[in-house]
């Protein structure tokens, strides 16, 4: 747990560092996914780096730069060809003594199907092609196509107006204009938290809309709820809420859809980060908090939650499991994460979770190298052993045996005096299933050799 502290005293000293490079050629990247059509999302994709970083040529009295940039954008679960964007954004100015804290701000948008995918971002001064900077990010595009009621992604923003219909305005939508913030920074320079939101499908004549500040902590900070009425297939939810009296740190906005009762039914959530020199950091406070919510999960949504604990199901006992099935709402999902993990952790005395650390290492070199075309490497055979039981101390591969289908021995030597599995590749697709072992508890099947006969 000292690592949460740790991290959120690291924010402050990156966030006062960089506030001294303005002319550093700083990206930021945010993304949000709103409905559409029948089997496609609405994702728009936010961004803004400092005018300082340009290099800018005078010409009639103006000042004139660019930046070109560059977005890949690669769905994770299918192998297909990405999605590719080149565009030029101008720049024009009237001086350029001050810009320190001036902010180019933009969006884009993509139509995509629904799945997880990985956008990566290049952004170059035109005139210094050397001064550039990119991101990835991953994000999940969600369906919108059930019949309940649902949130959209939510989108964060550093100003909401009533606003014209203009088909030039690229931050106009829905009778508004939101000004988006991709750095996800509040605080001292931006006091007000503001967001947008798309509720579908409300399903009560009355019903409430409850915005809720988390912090890293798991501590309500502000609560604010708001009464509505009508059925609606779509409407647009904002509101702006006072941050001025919070710490510098992680926080989650927490948006819900629930009944007059105050039963909350539905809900969307989105990590930001705040920065107030001038407010104390809540460290007693924090420390006593018993439902603390690790850094790890403040900024998944709900979906990433559920798959979340959906490779860690491995190693969570039938009471757990249970546990998890009743669970609505990715608050509600969060705490019981972070307990999960904390019950797990070998010394609680360290800066570190070992459990969770050596569990994430597993999941990454099972997705590295058991994935195949229609599975994850996690969701595997090979990968659910890895992810149990670690590394084997032994394997054995047979791939082009001419009497036998390609198969795996792996050996564990330290457990239950040594143990053996036997993967075997029934189709020739690299897609090894458990065929027999002799652990216990586990499938056995000593004639396995029948079964691995000549293709």
């Not at 700083?26 to 728009?44: H, P, Q, W």
């Not at 779509?234 to 007059?260: F, H, K, M, Q």
Request: hydrophobic share 35%; glycine share 6%.
């Amino acid at each position: 747990m000292k690592t949460l502290l740790f991290c959120l005293l690291a924010f402050a000293s990156v966030l006062h560092a960089t506030a001294q490079e303005a002319d550093r050629f700083r990206l930021n990247l945010d993304i949000a996914s709103f409905r559409f059509g029948k089997d496609t999302s609405f994702v728009e994709m936010y961004y803004s780096f400092p005018r300082a970083a340009l290099l800018y040529t005078q010409e009639n009295g103006l000042f004139y730069g660019s930046t070109i940039m560059h977005a890949v954008v690669r769905k994770q679960d299918k192998d297909i060809d990405p999605y590719l964007r080149t565009w030029r954004v101008p720049v024009h100015l009237s001086d350029t003594t001050d810009l320190s804290q001036e902010t180019l701000i933009g969006r884009i948008h993509f139509v995509l199907e629904p799945g997880r995918y990985k956008f990566a971002v290049i952004a170059r001064d035109e005139a210094r092609p050397e001064k550039y900077d990119s991101l990835e990010i991953n994000h999940e595009v969600r369906a919108f196509t059930q019949r309940g009621v649902q949130f959209s992604d939510i989108q964060l923003a550093s100003s909401i107006e009533r606003a014209e219909a203009d088909p030039n305005n690229i931050f106009y939508k829905n009778t508004l204009e939101v000004i988006p913030n991709p750095t996800l920074l509040y605080g001292k320079q931006l006091p007000n938290l503001i967001y947008y939101a798309e509720l579908y499908n409300a399903e009560d004549q009355h019903f409430i809309v409850n915005s809720e500040v988390v912090s890293s902590f798991g501590k309500t900070m502000i609560s604010d709820e708001q009464a509505r009425s009508g059925k609606h297939p779509s409407r647009v939810e904002t509101a702006s809420l006072n941050i001025e009296s919070l710490s510098t740190g992680v926080y989650t906005l927490i948006v819900s859809y629930g009944d007059t009762t105050g039963q909350m039914k539905v809900s969307q959530s989105k990590a930001f980060y705040v920065y107030n020199p001038d407010v104390p950091l809540d460290t007693v406070s924090a420390m006593a908090v018993a439902d603390l919510i690790a850094m790890e999960f403040a900024a998944m949504g709900e979906a990433e939650l559920d798959e979340h604990f959906a490779q860690a199901a491995y190693i969570a006992t039938n009471n757990e499991r249970g546990i998890w099935r009743s669970l609505s709402g990715s608050e509600s999902k969060k705490k019981f994460l972070t307990k999960f993990w904390r019950d797990r952790d070998p010394d609680d005395s360290t800066p570190i979770n070992e459990a969770y650390n050596e569990y994430m290492h597993r999941l990454v070199v099972c997705n590295e190298q058991f994935r195949t075309p229609y599975r994850k490497g996690w969701r595997s055979d090979r990968g659910r052993v890895y992810m149990l039981y670690g590394p084997p101390d032994y394997i054995e591969r047979k791939t082009s045996e001419s009497d036998m289908k390609p198969h795996e021995i792996w050996r564990y030597d330290y457990i239950e005096g040594g143990v053996d599995f036997i993967f075997l590749d029934r189709g020739g697709f690299n897609d090894y299933e458990l065929v027999h072992s002799t652990k216990r508890n586990e499938i056995a099947n000593p004639n396995w050799e029948r079964t691995a006969g000549t293709r």
